[in-house]
């Protein structure tokens, strides 16, 4: 690691940033750390240099254009009024409309979402497509509500949201706990307030202007991603390959569906009670209608295939996931935050894992990728593997302002197109800057290189 350049010492460097605005927020600090060191590179150069320092671009990066916070009452199903928070940070706009997922879990706060609007902005950035970095969302937990406490929770939450968002200001999306029936009602909702029939949010159910691929596409961009990358990287193809896959939702099922499509035997899914181990392949049908249609525990797999191991989360390894533990060629974080642990990155490297391509935003811990960069496994990072969600979006926000529809083939097409071209991006972006085969620092590097160059062009 550089320790110093232009006698900066990079470490009092971060620590300052850090002081400036996130000491409290530990998750937005490790997304914000590993990006500084990444691009340090580009510090070498004096004009590069000295143009980030008079512009102070780092730390108008770090900080949010604005954190929107609000209050959100709704009557539960026993006519109890429940109140939760809700949250919009408005990070950057230089590239594009603020454009980021609505994320509903019990553990939202500032932090997480400090965080995912951080990477967005990166991410989004390596897109190539006309977008700003955003994200929002609620500590509501969705789990065990009924279908009509989800309608009144997300009516209520429009109501607040409404006055920050517009197709041209911020397009928020889904993300945990929020996908298709979730947007629809959120949708429905701004339409009702303000009878305007628009592209304010994406992911949206097709009847409303949703684009066609858009719940398929983070899943299968990454597995797009994974493809090429080993091509570039000279590996084996996925093609008969045992693959482990983690979480069990909109990201995760679409991975699976890929891997299958492609002739990979995903042998894995988990949710946030436990792990199913089904050695001859996930049966995917059985798993959408589980999770999609009765929405219920993986647990019930079992009924129908006795002889699929469930692992629950008592019985995981201490700091470890029962994932992980599977041998495997290829692996898939695609459930949440650090669910991958330097534990788990060693029991991969150990077991003979070829690459880990992150589906889920910074699945990885901070010492699980310093140790995968340091083996001989690919690293494919979350900002640029599991970026053609918000490149699909991107195609909505297309369709919805010419008022057009895409077919499925064409979608499939661009979202395949532009995984290819962040990937082959990425890898160039590594090697130019003397870090070659390190898909980490290369889409960190690449990603900050075109917002910095549209922050340095913008009055203050
Ligand atoms: P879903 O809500 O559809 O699924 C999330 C899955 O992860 C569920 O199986 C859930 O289990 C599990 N999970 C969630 N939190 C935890 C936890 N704390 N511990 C263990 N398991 C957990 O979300 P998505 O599939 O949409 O999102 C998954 C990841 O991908 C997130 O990191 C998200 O930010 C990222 N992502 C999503 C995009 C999208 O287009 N949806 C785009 C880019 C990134 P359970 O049901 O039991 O809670």
């Known amino acids: 690691?550089?320790?110093?350049?232009?006698?900066?010492?990079?470490?009092?460097?971060?620590?300052?940033?850090?002081?400036?605005?996130?000491?409290?927020?530990?998750?937005?600090?490790?997304?914000?750390?590993?990006?500084?060191?990444?691009?340090?590179?580009?510090?070498?150069?004096?004009?590069?240099?000295?143009?980030?320092?008079?512009?102070?671009?780092?730390?108008?990066?770090?900080?949010?254009?604005?954190?929107?916070?609000?209050?959100?009452?709704?009557?539960?199903?026993?006519?109890?009024?429940?109140?939760?928070?809700?949250?919009?940070?408005?990070?950057?706009?230089?590239?594009?409309?603020?454009?980021?997922?609505?994320?509903?879990?019990?553990?939202?706060?500032?932090?997480?979402?400090?965080?995912?609007?951080?990477?967005?902005?990166?991410?989004?950035?390596?897109?190539?497509?006309?977008?700003?970095?955003?994200?929002?969302?609620?500590?509501?937990?969705?789990?065990?509500?009924?279908?009509?406490?989800?309608?009144?929770?997300?009516?209520?939450?429009?109501?607040?949201?409404?006055?920050?968002?517009?197709?041209?200001?911020?397009?928020?999306?889904?993300?945990?706990?929020?996908g298709g029936r979730e947007i629809g009602y959120l949708f429905s909702e701004y339409k009702k307030m303000t009878s305007s029939f628009e592209g304010v949010l994406t992911g949206k159910p097709s009847f409303f202007g949703g684009s066609v691929m858009r719940p398929e596409a983070t899943g299968y961009g990454v597995i797009y991603f994974t493809r090429r990358m080993l091509e570039l990287e000279g590996k084996e193809s996925l093609e008969g390959k045992i693959c482990t896959v983690s979480g069990a939702g909109n990201v995760a099922l679409h991975a699976i569906e890929k891997l299958q499509q492609l002739g990979a035997i995903p042998v894995t899914c988990s949710d946030s009670r436990g792990t199913i181990y089904d050695a001859r392949g996930v049966d995917l049908p059985l798993l959408k209608e589980l999770k999609l249609q009765k929405r219920v525990s993986l647990e019930v797999y079992k009924e129908e295939h006795p002889e699929a191991e469930y692992i629950p989360v008592s019985q995981y390894p201490k700091e470890g996931h029962a994932v992980w533990t599977i041998p495997c060629y290829a692996a898939f974080p695609c459930a949440t935050q650090n669910e991958l642990t330097l534990l788990d990155a060693n029991t991969l490297i150990d077991n003979g894992c070829h690459s880990v391509s992150e589906g889920a935003n910074m699945p990885s811990t901070a010492e699980a990728v310093h140790t995968m960069l340091k083996s001989d496994m690919c690293l494919a990072p979350a900002k640029a593997?599991?970026?053609?969600?918000?490149?699909?979006?991107?195609?909505?926000?297309?369709?919805?302002?010419?008022?057009?529809?895409?077919?499925?083939?064409?979608?499939?097409?661009?979202?395949?197109?532009?995984?290819?071209?962040?990937?082959?991006?990425v890898s160039a972006t590594a090697k130019e800057y003397g870090v070659e085969g390190n898909y980490v620092d290369g889409a960190n590097i690449a990603g900050f290189k075109r917002v910095s160059e549209a922050m340095m062009a913008e009055t203050i």
Request: net charge negative; glycine share 8%.
């Open 385 to 425: 593997a599991n970026a053609g969600g918000v490149a699909t979006s991107s195609f909505e926000m297309s369709q919805n302002a010419s008022m057009s529809k895409w077919t499925r083939d064409e979608v499939d097409a661009k979202l395949e197109a532009v995984m290819i071209d962040i990937c082959e991006n």
């Open 1 to 178: 690691m550089l320790e110093s350049i232009h006698n900066i010492d990079v470490k009092a460097e971060i620590a300052k940033l850090k002081n400036l605005n996130c000491a409290e927020d530990d998750v937005f600090f490790q997304a914000m750390e590993e990006v500084l060191l990444s691009i340090l590179p580009l510090f070498e150069s004096d004009e590069f240099y000295t143009k980030m320092k008079s512009h102070s671009i780092l730390k108008r990066l770090v900080t949010p254009d604005r954190i929107i916070k609000f209050k959100v009452t709704w009557f539960d199903d026993n006519q109890n009024v429940q109140v939760n928070m809700g949250y919009r940070v408005q990070f950057n706009n230089s590239l594009g409309p603020y454009k980021g997922g609505l994320r509903f879990h019990p553990t939202v706060n500032e932090g997480i979402l400090k965080f995912l609007g951080f990477e967005q902005i990166l991410k989004n950035a390596l897109t190539g497509l006309p977008i700003g970095g955003g994200k929002g969302g609620s500590n509501f937990d969705p789990r065990g509500k009924s279908d009509f406490e989800i309608m009144k929770f997300c009516t209520a939450f429009m109501k607040e949201l409404s006055k920050y968002i517009g197709p041209r200001i911020d397009v928020p999306a889904g993300d945990i706990g929020v």
